[in-house]
């Protein structure tokens, strides 16, 4: 996508406003992290699990935490909403 694109799609900030929030993380690394390795674990248990118990138990797994990941980044996405609303109506 061009910027032409993203513009007319209201997906970027105004140009008066580049530059002016902070742009620091509001997801929780460590956290995204070890859900990551925890998916990587069922994944793995779902295959060595050969269709068995093990199988089913790393499909659990697995989904908690794809979900778990969502989740978390969601909510990040909401508090950098947030900050930004916030870094607006003080520079206004």
């Given at each position: 996508?061009?910027?032409?694109?993203?513009?007319?799609?209201?997906?970027?900030?105004?140009?008066?406003?580049?530059?002016?929030?902070?742009?620091?993380?509001?997801?929780?690394?460590?956290?995204?992290?070890?859900?990551?390795?925890?998916?990587?674990?069922?994944?793995?248990?779902?295959?060595?699990?050969?269709?068995?118990?093990?199988?089913?138990?790393?499909?659990?797994?697995?989904?908690?935490a794809?979900?778990?990941?969502?989740?978390?980044?969601?909510?990040?996405v909401?508090?950098?909403?947030?900050?930004?609303?916030?870094?607006?109506?003080?520079?206004?």
């Open positions: 996508m061009s910027m032409e694109d993203l513009k007319e799609q209201g997906v970027l900030l105004p140009e008066e406003e580049w530059g002016a929030h902070n742009l620091k993380t509001t997801s929780p690394q460590l956290a995204d992290a070890l859900l990551f390795i925890i998916a990587i674990i069922g994944c793995v248990m779902v295959y060595y699990g050969d269709g068995n118990k093990w199988t089913w138990i790393g499909i659990v797994i697995f989904f908690l794809f979900f778990s990941i969502i989740w978390l980044n969601d909510r990040a909401k508090k950098q909403r947030e900050r930004f609303r916030e870094e607006r109506s003080e520079n206004k």
